[in-house]
């Protein structure tokens, strides 16, 4: 007998009428019309026509900093700048339980969400690697259900902090997963492509991920993704690397992105792009017309590389808003990119599932035979809708077992001679 039997279910990819088996933690078929006559189960779900996605992945987030809003002040001009000066200011009232309380709180909220997967950044500019062993207890705890993947992030620049290339590498040996960075806040340009080529270098040599922030700027001429793509052919670190916010590609000279574009691709780097956080934090220097300072999301794409949008930021001193919803945040990309193509709407769902997934380099993702068990029914009939009702995670499983729960979304009263509810689907 299945543990699970989920039948009658629609899949990201176009395909009706489907069921998905499930023994011992893993997919072991996905076939059309499989009944529960045929393939008992201890648990048997009848989706209805609904979507039953991979969970959602969250490819950039920072969750030392989350649900601290207000702490010990709020941001008053909105700008990256002020944003990072007000986690220095909190930075010394910070205590592993709170860190931790918050993160958990965060977690919940995720798992809610149908979100199992995350790539946190956690700052390593701190001696007492208070905020890494914070992270790191908490994806212990967290490793049920979640997949914390830890970023080491030198929030006040590796090479412009006092001792942070030492702290960093004492976060790398505690357990931190990937090398990161953040070249555009180093005090020249020069020292930004020096610590693009350090940091690159040191995951060359222990076998690790990189994901820098990289030209999270207006600045046109803040080009380290330029160095980024030069390091990873260097160095071979091929398919391994990916580069955050790329901001400054909105602002750069078309004639030197057709150069960039193809770099970037040979290099076969990633791009996460923070759609909620790039349209509030970037163009704060302009009067009208404000730059929109996110970055070129289609045509990279276009260029052949993987793209993710994150949530970077939930309740903290960068971002007032946010609660672990990643329709939510594909829904700004795909309004901000004007991604409204049916091709380009259906880009966003995979921007916040299976992209983020290869970034992350996820085992055992995905909605095939022999892929872990980790599943989220949506009460929308397709990715595009989806997208549109940010739709309720009517059912989320982990590895089988059911996590979570929230009943379909309903209108109570009816008008004369209407039905007595709508779920806001479109049935034609
Ligand atoms: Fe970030």
Redesign the pocket.
């Known amino acids: 007998m299945l543990d699970l039997l989920i039948h009658n279910a629609s899949l990201p990819d176009g395909r009706r009428h489907m069921s998905v088996a499930v023994q011992g933690g893993r997919i072991t078929e996905v076939t059309q019309r499989l009944t529960p006559e045929a393939a008992p189960a201890a648990e048997v779900v009848d989706a209805g026509g609904m979507l039953l996605s991979s969970p959602f992945v969250d490819a950039?987030f920072?969750m030392d900093a989350t649900l601290s809003l207000g702490l010990p002040r709020l941001n008053q001009s909105g700008t990256l700048l002020e944003g990072i000066a007000l986690w220095g200011e909190l930075k010394p009232d910070l205590t592993f339980d709170a860190l931790v309380d918050r993160a958990l709180a965060y977690c919940d909220w995720a798992v809610a969400n149908g979100l199992l997967a995350i790539r946190s950044?956690v700052d390593t500019s701190d001696p007492s690697m208070l905020a890494v062993e914070a992270l790191l207890a908490v994806k212990k705890k967290v490793a049920p259900y979640i997949d914390l993947q830890l970023v080491a992030f030198p929030q006040d620049g590796v090479l412009r902090s006092k001792g942070g290339v030492d702290n960093l590498k004492k976060a790398l040996s505690l357990g931190v997963d990937v090398v990161g960075g953040i070249p555009h806040f180093e005090r020249t340009m020069a020292d930004g492509a020096a610590s693009v080529k350090l940091l690159c270098e040191l995951a060359a040599e222990q076998g690790k991920l990189v994901d820098m922030?990289c030209d999270?700027s207006d600045d046109p001429l803040s080009r380290h993704v330029e160095t980024l793509a030069f390091e990873v052919n260097r160095l071979g670190l091929h398919g391994r690397v990916t580069g955050?916010?790329l901001t400054s590609m909105h602002s750069m000279d078309n004639y030197y992105v057709s150069k960039l574009l193809p770099l970037m691709a040979e290099a076969q780097l990633s791009a996460v792009s923070?759609p909620l956080?790039n349209i509030t934090l970037q163009g704060r220097h302009d009067t009208y017309p404000k730059r929109r300072g996110m970055t070129r999301v289609p045509e990279i794409m276009a260029a052949g590389m993987t793209v993710a949008f994150?949530q970077?930021?939930c309740m903290d001193p960068w971002y007032s808003m946010g609660s672990g919803d990643m329709l939510e945040v594909a829904s700004m990309g795909l309004h901000v990119a004007q991604m409204t193509s049916q091709p380009a709407m259906q880009q966003c769902f995979d921007a916040v599932t299976t992209n983020p997934a290869r970034i992350l380099h996820l085992e055992g993702y995905g909605l095939e035979k022999g892929c872990h068990a980790d599943l989220v029914l949506l009460q929308a009939q397709n990715p595009i809708e989806a997208i549109r009702l940010k739709a309720t995670r009517l059912k989320v499983w982990r590895r089988g077992a059911l996590v979570a729960q929230t009943p379909a979304r309903t209108a109570a009263l009816a008008l004369p001679g209407r039905p007595a509810s709508t779920s806001f689907l479109h049935t034609k």
């Open positions: 950039h920072h950044h922030h999270e955050s916010h923070n956080i994150g970077d930021c």
